[in-house]
């Protein structure tokens, strides 16, 4: 059972920077689709940034475009989330997933953490 720990949310001001940490254990990430979602407060959860398992696919949504970059520390069992050039409108709660390897493409991912707050001031 993969159980994924996230960490590094906080309050910061509009047009600063903030990267977030996913730490698994049980299972090695490099054998997962990852992704990171968001949720704000009355909306729906959405999708943030999506790697297929190998590395090859990657889906950006629209307003990460240019500013959210996802990676992964193989070495740490670790996945990250920098995002630049933060937004009022960033604000949300964060939650990593892990996924076999179709769920690029299935966009179902059966493990997720527990989310950390961002919180983005005008």
């Known amino acids: 059972q993969v159980q994924l720990v996230e960490s590094g949310g906080g309050l910061v001001q509009a047009g600063n920077s903030l990267r977030l940490s996913c730490t698994a254990s049980?299972?090695?990430?490099?054998?997962?689709?990852l992704a990171w979602f968001r949720q704000a407060p009355g909306k729906e959860r959405e999708s943030v940034v999506r790697?297929?398992?190998?590395?090859?696919?990657?889906y950006v949504a629209h307003f990460a475009v240019g500013r959210f970059t996802l990676s992964r520390d193989n070495a740490k069992n670790t996945v990250y989330l920098q995002m630049n050039s933060l937004k009022p409108e960033d604000t949300a709660v964060y939650y990593c997933?892990?996924?076999?390897?179709?769920?690029?493409?299935?966009?179902?991912?059966?493990?997720w953490g527990q989310g950390t707050q961002v919180t983005v001031s005008s």
């Open positions: 997933a892990a996924g076999s390897p179709g769920s690029f493409v299935s966009k179902r991912y059966n493990y």
């Open positions: 790697i297929s398992w190998d590395g090859d696919s990657t």
């Open positions: 049980g299972g090695t990430l490099s054998s997962y689709g």
